[in-house]
């Protein structure tokens, strides 16, 4: 198993241009999410989603859309970048919501470093 | 509102010097608390679940203790290699989203 993967790695986008970050289990999780990392912030959700055709807000929504077409991709779109969306972004995905037992243990992928201009 | 401090920010440990985390939360109606453990360039790892006060579990030099206002992550030990950054994290009153803490970053010394 590949686990989450994300891409791409890495990412530097202009103030308004648009782009998609990848991210794909292969484990069969129903329970997808988005998170960004900023310092000193902690991770902050950014949407979810509890099954193909499901999805929802979380935290910080503003300025992202996402979509679930399978149980296995959930990607995030940025709409028109801004300097306030450069952050480290990571998808995470687990059997189910809410994480009541260990068996719904969250799996994170090894994020997206993104720097808006 | 649900909220989660950690402390301390940083702490810097001699290998062998062991201390512990300190994860405050204030949720109403605690249903689950977790630690993670996240090294640099790279996504958050799991290392527990605790879902009631009182309740302890470890792993290697590892050990998560649970009381109804704060969790601690203590570590018995230390090695080089525990050296990352240790996130906490509660679900909130909902019990389907996980709110998390800004980290304690841990740095071991040989």
């Known amino acids: 198993n590949a686990g989450v993967t994300q891409t791409p790695k890495f990412q530097v986008l202009k103030t308004g241009q648009s782009m998609t970050l990848q991210c794909a289990q292969d484990?069969?999780?129903?329970?997808m999410s988005w998170y960004r990392q900023d310092p000193g912030m902690g991770l902050r959700l950014i949407h979810y989603s509890v099954g193909a055709g499901i999805t929802d807000q979380g935290e910080v929504p503003n300025g992202y859309n996402v979509s679930r077409s399978t149980t296995e991709d959930f990607p995030l779109r940025l709409l028109s970048a801004a300097p306030s969306q450069t952050s480290v972004y990571f998808c995470a995905s687990s059997h189910r919501q809410p994480f009541y037992t260990s068996f719904d243990t969250q799996y994170f992928g090894p994020g997206t470093r993104l720097t808006v201009l | 509102e649900d909220q989660v401090t950690q402390s301390p920010e940083a702490l810097r440990l001699q290998e062998g010097e062991s201390s512990s985390l300190n994860c405050s939360y204030t949720v109403s109606g605690l249903r689950g608390l977790f630690w993670y453990r996240q090294d640099p360039g790279k996504g958050p790892e799991f290392l527990f679940t605790?879902?009631?006060a009182g309740e302890e579990k470890e792993k290697e030099r590892l050990k998560a203790t649970l009381t109804k206002k704060e969790s601690f992550l203590h570590i018995t030990a230390p090695k080089p290699e525990d050296s990352a950054t240790y996130l906490c994290?509660?679900?909130?009153?909902?019990?389907?989203?996980?709110?998390f803490g800004q980290g304690t970053e841990l740095s071991v010394k040989p």
């Open positions: 994290a509660v679900l909130d009153n909902q019990g389907g989203k996980l709110i």
């Open positions: 605790l879902y009631s």
């Open positions: 484990m069969n999780h129903e329970y």
